[in-house]
RNA sequence: GUGACCGUAGCUCAGUAGGCAGAGCACCAGAUUGUGGCUCUGGAUGUCGCGGGUUCGAGCCCCGUCGGUCACCCCA
């Protein structure tokens, strides 16, 4: 009886499911380099100002999500719970807006931490790769980003999955906005659901997300963000759209999209597949945060990035019949039966190994017909035997693991010489 | 933080009226000498999530707690 379990919300990756989180790191590479972003990992946590200051005093996430603790030396660190910050942190700190600008970043299987209750789709600790281009407010920018997110789930193979599209102004537009929006809602407000109630006072964009039915109607005629634009939000928006009308990507605008961390700014969206009860379902989502480096110390500096949760990916692939790889299966099984044939099996499963082979042997004091059983288990197409007789004729039983059981024992079983052997199985897989 | 449902072998689960802890799969071994798949036989494996209560007796009833699942909140 094991002492320990993994905690609340955390999950083993068993080795039935390594394989697609392989496809889907290699996938994420290979678009985000094509796409010019380079690889940046952060640690895994930061002191904890990082994240207060730029996601914001009154988020959920700040207020009761964060894994904060106080190390030895009595600095509070945060364990990640968003992809950006850190980032941005990293650009700052390492001089990046030295190089040319914009400077496009890309990280896979970021561990994120949230202290949230678990459900389908939700852990406390999860993972995301995410992009960050820093130093460029251009809506090409933005539309190139969106389009990269779009790419991977593309060539992952996810079917059906739409882009949520909207702007929440600027440091210029927004707050006028806002309160606007509140200026539309006091009057109401005795008549709105308790969550809402503090919406209003604690973070009134969050009011557009209500989904309580009684409020819906008032939703529906609040004034949109979208409506109440500066010159030049409204033309990075309008420019955004129109280069993603020339991509051709399948977005809809979402007025009522407004997004969790305080840091956005203009642009935001996510991506969900379209029929999905819309819960845990947002596989990506993102905007541009043309504040955030401010908050963090440094020069005013444009960006835009989007996360995306890797567990969310995989578990739509799977529901949308999406095949997966399975686990890496051994080429060839070796048995061995005495003490001097087993040095033989070690020695050739090296050279078998050499020549990029997956390889394997049995291990243990067990009978032939043991170790046979554990190659046709393996999944191995090659079953090597080696005992007293095949040491003393210097050439191994091999036999075919792959032909029909029916067939006849001298078809499927040959003997190959140990000088020629290791170019014979190279040969035959 | 709120609510609902659920915790029995590694996995999926059964367990009658409260009366000796079970099945299938998987694992291990055997079915004449050194040969897999199909079949047959045998074997090992449990603090019945944990703690308390009721009872002659609790996997089963009661309370608590921890965990899981799902939903809300929020988010990837």
Same mark, same amino acid.
């Given at each position: 009886m094991p002492s320990f379990k993994a905690v609340q919300g955390t999950r083993d990756i068993l080795p039935d499911l390594a394989p697609a989180w392989q496809v889907v790191e290699t *996938?994420? /590479? %290979? !678009?985000?380099?094509?796409?010019?972003?380079?690889?940046?990992e952060t640690p895994i946590f930061e002191e904890t100002g990082v994240y207060a200051r730029s996601v914001g005093a009154g988020t959920d996430i700040v207020e009761k999500e964060m894994y904060t603790f106080k190390d030895r030396g009595d600095t509070s660190l945060t364990l990640e719970p968003e992809g950006t910050a850190g980032v941005v942190r990293a650009y700052l700190e390492h001089g990046m807006f030295t190089q040319p600008q914009p400077v496009k970043l890309y990280y896979v299987r970021a561990p994120i931490f949230r202290y949230e209750r678990p459900q389908k789709g939700r852990y406390r600790e999860h993972h995301q790769f995410g992009c960050e281009a820093l130093g460029e407010s251009d809506p090409a920018l933005d539309a190139e980003l969106i389009a990269l997110l779009w790419?991977?789930?593309?060539?992952?193979?996810?079917?059906? #999955? &739409? #882009?949520?599209?909207?702007?929440?102004?600027?440091?210029?537009?927004?707050?006028?906005y806002i309160q606007r929006l509140?200026?539309?809602?006091?009057?109401?407000?005795?008549?709105?659901? =308790? $969550?809402?109630?503090?919406?209003? &006072?604690?973070?009134?964009?969050?009011?557009? $997300?209500?989904? %309580?039915?009684? =409020?819906?109607?008032? #939703? @529906?005629?609040?004034?949109?963000?979208? =409506?109440?634009?500066?010159?030049?939000?409204?033309?990075h928006f309008a420019a955004v759209r129109g280069y993603l009308d020339a991509l051709a990507l399948p977005y809809a605008i979402n007025p009522l999209? &407004?997004?969790?961390?305080?840091?956005?700014?203009?642009? *935001?969206?996510?991506?969900?597949?379209?029929?999905?009860g819309r819960r845990q379902s947002a596989i990506g989502g993102g905007g541009r945060y043309d504040g955030l480096a %401010?908050?963090?110390?440094?020069?005013? !500096?444009?960006g835009i990035g989007f996360g995306s949760g890797m567990e969310r990916a995989i578990e739509l692939l799977r529901e949308q019949g999406v095949?997966?790889?399975d686990p890496a299966r051994p080429q060839v099984f070796i048995a061995a039966l005495g003490a001097e044939a087993k040095t033989a099996a070690v020695t050739l499963a090296q050279q078998l /190994?050499?020549?990029?082979?997956? *390889?394997?042997?049995?291990?243990?004091?067990?009978?032939?017909?043991?170790?046979?059983?554990? @190659?046709?288990?393996?999944?191995?197409?090659?079953? *090597?035997?080696?005992?007293?007789? %095949?040491?003393?004729?210097?050439?191994?039983?091999?036999?075919?693991?792959?032909a029909p059981a029916d067939a006849p024992d001298d078809a499927k079983q040959q003997t190959i010489a140990r000088d020629v052997l290791v170019a014979w199985l190279r040969e035959h897989t």
């Open positions: *996938v994420v /590479r %290979e !678009t985000c380099e094509r796409y010019g972003y380079q690889r940046i790419e991977i789930y593309q060539r992952l193979g996810a079917r059906d #999955i &739409v #882009i949520q599209l909207n702007s929440i102004g600027d440091q210029n537009c927004r707050p006028a509140v200026d539309y809602y006091t009057p109401l407000k005795d008549d709105l659901c =308790d $969550d809402c109630k503090v919406r209003l &006072v604690k973070n009134p964009l969050r009011l557009l $997300d209500c989904k %309580e039915p009684q =409020d819906q109607p008032k #939703i @529906a005629a609040a004034p949109k963000s979208a =409506d109440y634009l500066c010159a030049a939000c409204a033309a999209l &407004v997004r969790g961390l305080d840091y956005y700014t203009r642009t *935001v969206f996510e991506l969900a597949p379209e029929q999905a %401010e908050l963090l110390g440094g020069k005013p !500096t444009p095949p997966l790889p /190994r050499a020549t990029d082979l997956r *390889v394997q042997m049995a291990f243990g004091e067990r009978s032939l017909k043991a170790q046979m059983r554990a @190659a046709n288990g393996s999944g191995a197409r090659w079953a *090597v035997l080696i005992g007293s007789g %095949e040491l003393a004729n210097a050439a191994y039983a091999v036999r075919d693991l792959a």
